[in-house]
């Protein structure tokens, strides 16, 4: 192979590793966000309550949490509502606790705001909404979790938008430049198709952690640390020629 060929191919082989990378570390980044919310006390039996929340945030920005509380019944609730905010279980979590009256079948939006002043480990915001038991009306339970991360001093959407999009780009960039020299005859054994694998995986595991699957993000997350090692194993351990 010519130097030129030799730098195109290193050239793919970097970019794409760049786009994995970067995917994976930020799938892995807003799972962690999930689970450190998860840690807070679950009531028995409780249902999901609706919850929105952002994704990414800033640290200069506000961040806007919806919640709906729920009477399913068909008399009058006064259903105690708890919303914590920080690291679970800690004296640096913030809590807000109200009771809210519901009408017999009423539903009730509820907003809160959120900054990095209620950060843990200055990364992410934990999330954990309540609404507790009131006669037979049940309890519901949500999480989320915000990362806190901003690039070029862009807010969170941005900066999410602006990584998923890189990391996809780089992956199919890499893709076309080093593909060519590792479909040839004495190219590392099935390189190209783990290579393309790694990156199905890779955008599966961002677009699961966007809609905050958590649970099969990081089975994803998984199976992708187990595929670049055999790929890293392929590239750099030399091939054995064919005997006889």
């Known amino acids: 192979m010519n130097p030129k060929s030799s ?19 930020l799938s892995g ?5 999930e689970i450190e919310s998860g840690l807070a006390a679950t009531p028995d039996d ?10 990414m945030m800033s640290y200069h920005e506000t961040g806007v949490i919806r919640a ?34 519901l009408a017999p079948g009423e539903s009730r939006s509820l907003e ?3 900054d990095a002043s209620d950060a843990a480990f200055s990364r992410i915001i934990p999330v954990a909404v309540i609404q507790s038991r009131y ?6 339970w949500g999480i989320c979790g915000i990362l806190l991360f901003s690039l070029f ?9 602006l990584i998923v999009v890189s990391s996809v780009l780089l992956m199919l960039f890499g893709i076309l430049l080093s593909r060519p020299f590792f479909t040839a ?16 995986l890779t955008v599966a595991a961002m677009a699961t952690s966007l809609f905050r699957l958590w649970g099969l993000t990081t089975l994803l997350i998984i199976l992708s640390l187990i595929l670049i090692g055999t790929l890293i194993t392929e590239l750099i351990v030399p091939q054995r020629a064919p005997t006889g």
Not at 46 to 55: E, M, T
Request: glycine residues 10%.
């Open 153 to 161: 001093g862009l807010n969170g959407s941005t900066t999410l938008s």
């Open 68 to 101: 709906e509380i729920v009477n399913e019944l068909d008399k009058e609730v006064e259903p105690y509502v708890i919303a914590s905010f920080g690291p679970a279980n800690t004296s640096a979590q913030r809590r807000v606790a109200e009771i809210y009256t």
């Open 135 to 140: 006669n037979i009306n049940p309890p519901r």
């Open 46 to 55: 409780s249902r999901a309550l609706s919850l929105s929340c952002p994704l």
């Open 112 to 114: 809160w705001q959120v």
């Open 7 to 25: 730098r195109t191919k290193w050239t793919g082989i970097i970019l794409f590793a760049l786009g994995a990378g970067g995917g994976l570390f």
């Open 185 to 200: 005859a004495n190219a590392p054994k099935n390189f190209a198709q783990m290579g393309l694998t790694l990156a199905a």
């Open 29 to 33: 980044a807003m799972t962690w966000g």
